[in-house]
């Protein structure tokens, strides 16, 4: 049984920046893309940013591309979400993603396995 666990939201100002973190417990088999997602109120969930376990190969959505950084520590099974210059329309709960495959397309229905979220709010 995989879990996955967030933490690190909060809130900050347009401008501001916070580090999700992801702790992934359990065992999974092969290399496969994590990612993190983001659901904003009345808004369908939307991918932001994935990367592969097996050679760390990154996909951003348009929308945060230059400010969020993924990455991950297989060592520690753990994956980060940095978020810089944040933005009123970067709020929203945040969820790790793992077990995905075909990564570029940051798509839900990829995923396997998911956290319960951690929520961000930008205020302007």
């Known amino acids: 049984q995989v879990q996955l666990v967030e933490s690190g939201g909060g809130s900050v100002q347009t401008g501001g920046s916070l580090r999700l973190s992801c702790a992934i417990s359990?065992?999974?088999?092969?290399?496969?893309?994590m990612a993190w997602f983001r659901q904003a109120p009345g808004k369908q969930r939307e991918g932001v940013a994935s990367?592969?376990?097996?050679?760390?190969?990154?996909y951003y959505a348009d929308s945060v591309k230059g400010r969020f950084t993924i990455s991950q520590d297989n060592r520690k099974n753990m994956m980060y979400l940095q978020m810089n210059n944040l933005r009123p329309d970067d709020t929203g709960v945040y969820f790790c993603?793992?077990?995905?495959?075909?990564?570029?397309?940051?798509?839900?229905?990829?995923?396997?396995?998911w956290g319960q979220g951690t929520q961000v709010t930008v205020s302007s």
């Open positions: 993603a793992a077990g995905g495959v075909r990564c570029w397309e940051l798509a839900q229905v990829a995923y396997k396995y």
């Open positions: 359990g065992s999974t088999d092969g290399e496969y893309c």
């Open positions: 990367i592969y376990t097996g050679g760390g190969v990154e």
